[in-house]
């Protein structure tokens, strides 16, 4: 997955290319990204045959929408950057 730089899950990753573990069922479709965007959501990570991956809020404190599953590689000692940015948003 590439990251859009200048993004919060860019912030969050802290690298332009991630790995992460998914299954597509749905998909945003790509005639919509302009509208999305116009009203304030951020394509902020594409997959490398373009398909969207993450989504956020611009304006939020923390909105992420993720068709990843970053559980499935999150760890006790090792929590998957999402939760970790979720957790610091909740808590400040």
Not at 36 to 52: N, Q, T
């Amino acid at each position: 997955i590439k990251l859009e730089k200048n993004t919060l899950v860019y912030s969050l990753y802290k690298q332009e290319i991630v790995y992460e573990r998914h299954r597509h069922r749905y998909e945003v479709n790509p005639r919509y990204i302009d509208k999305l965007e116009a009203a304030g959501m951020k394509v902020s990570g594409y997959s490398l045959d373009g398909r969207v991956e993450f989504i956020e809020l611009k304006n939020a404190k923390f909105f992420i929408g993720s068709q990843p599953h970053p559980e499935y590689k999150s760890r006790p000692m090792n929590p998957a950057p999402l939760f970790l940015g979720l957790l610091k948003a909740a808590l400040l």
